[in-house]
């Protein structure tokens, strides 16, 4: 048996399909947009930018995938993201950890501190950041970014996952110890498996973030051999600025890694994250 909807809630619930579709428009036309553009040549995009090619040009997509320098810039985004994601989970675990299951004097405020972080503006650091790193001998060095990009991701990522942890109740922890189990132990061996979903979660948003991001990787490569995939779109717009159907299958190409990832780990991100706001 059907319930009716009383009219204001018919009235929400339609103002929230129309918002969810301007939404759904303002992302999904733009990337059609480059899609099919990379498709046509200049003449085209000058004549019939919102029109289907005619013809197809897959040559733009085609050449850059031949050329050696996007799979290196890909190999590189792939590497940074994947070594900034062990070492932010991995450190943040264990601090979210602390945070969550012990009690000291000091605790609040020390979790204050990394909360701070999070309205901290990476713009703001980027010329200490940048001197710092020339003194560590970290410049045209995978660690100059992956370093500073898991400092960045540390307050978001141990604030879920101190959520999170909380929730697991005291009785667990008990029954660990009592069979033998150290807290390190109990950390290893039972925290971490059940907490999954959080980790899915926070190692979604670092890689995401290291992936997208432009600045550091442009502040601390001068060598073009480490240059990431935003970095390499912006030296490939500069070279071909004549050329804009090719830059933009550059960017869609650039772009599919990314968006393949975070749909296939869509459903654990949003597990994670309603999981750690129930907490």
């Not at 059907?2 to 809630?9: A, L, S």
């Not at 869609?252 to 949003?270: D, K, N």
Request: glycine share 10%; aromatic share 12%; proline share 6%.
């Amino acid at each position: 048996m059907t319930t009716r909807q009383k009219p204001g809630e018919r009235s929400r619930s339609l103002v929230l399909h129309l918002i969810s579709v301007a939404v759904g428009a303002l992302i999904v036309v733009p990337i059609g947009f480059g899609v099919l553009g990379g498709f046509k040549d200049n003449g085209q995009l000058s004549s019939n930018p919102l029109g289907w090619p005619d013809p197809w040009v897959p040559e733009n997509y085609t050449g850059i995938l031949a050329s050696g320098v996007f799979w290196r810039q890909l190999g590189n985004s792939t590497l940074i993201a994947l070594a900034t994601t062990l070492v932010v989970v991995g450190t943040a675990a264990m601090a979210a950890f602390v945070f969550a299951r012990f009690s000291f004097r000091g605790r609040e405020f020390l979790f204050t501190l990394f909360a701070v972080g999070l309205m901290f503006p990476f713009a703001v650091a980027i010329l200490p950041l940048f001197i710092l790193l020339r003194t560590m001998g970290l410049l045209d060095n995978p660690l100059g970014v992956i370093l500073p990009q898991a400092a960045f991701g540390l307050p978001v990522t141990i604030i879920i996952l101190r959520q999170f942890f909380r929730t697991i109740p005291a009785e667990v922890e008990e029954a660990a110890t009592l069979d033998g189990c150290s807290p390190f132990g109990f950390f290893w061996r039972v925290l971490l498996p059940m907490a999954r979903p959080a980790l899915a979660t926070v190692s979604v948003l670092a890689i995401v973030a290291s992936w997208n991001n432009f600045m550091l990787p442009l502040v601390v490569f001068t060598d073009q051999s480490w240059w990431t995939l935003p970095v390499g779109v912006q030296a490939f717009q500069g070279q071909y600025s004549d050329d804009t159907a090719r830059v933009l299958a550059y960017v869609v190409l650039s772009m599919v890694p990314a968006l393949g990832f975070y749909a296939v780990a869509e459903r654990q991100l949003i597990g994670g994250l309603a999981g750690s706001v129930k907490g």
